[in-house]
């Protein structure tokens, strides 16, 4: 069975830290591209972030840049979303989806994710 399953959300304060993790079972998330999304309440879904799976190139919404990473670790089967200097506009639920490709993008359109997790939710509030 297909899966992946998000873990690592919650309640934090502005200006501080969470790690999201993208937990992979039944591929090899060796040959996907990952990306993560998030939709806040009221607002159209965000690309956040995306790795590929070639030579793990990303790339991130300007909105997260400096302050988000995106990594993966194929022998756990699993991507990571480090996200730091965390603010209030980053309250949302995130997502990671996968699909079977070389490269990635966050051009909406340019992609067509095969796979996706429930979401976790983050909630950045003081």
């Known amino acids: 069975q297909v899966q992946l399953v998000e873990s690592g959300g919650g309640l934090v304060q502005p200006g501080g830290s969470l790690r999201l993790s993208c937990a992979a079972s039944?591929?090899?998330?060796?040959?996907?591209?990952i990306a993560w999304f998030r939709q806040a309440p009221g607002k159209e879904r965000e690309g956040v972030s995306c790795?590929?799976?070639?030579?793990?190139?990303?790339h991130y919404a300007d909105s997260v840049k400096g302050r988000f990473t995106i990594s993966r670790d194929n022998a756990k089967n699993t991507v990571y979303l480090q996200m730091n200097s965390l603010k209030p506009e980053d309250t949302a639920v995130y997502y990671c989806?996968?699909?079977?490709?070389?490269?990635?993008?966050?051009?909406?359109?340019?992609?067509?994710?095969?796979?996706w997790g429930q979401g976790t939710q983050v909630t950045v509030s003081s």
């Open positions: 790795i590929s799976s070639s030579d793990g190139s990303t």
């Open positions: 039944g591929f090899i998330l060796d040959y996907y591209a």
């Open positions: 989806a996968a699909e079977m490709s070389l490269f990635c993008t966050l051009v909406p359109g340019r992609m067509t994710y095969d796979y």
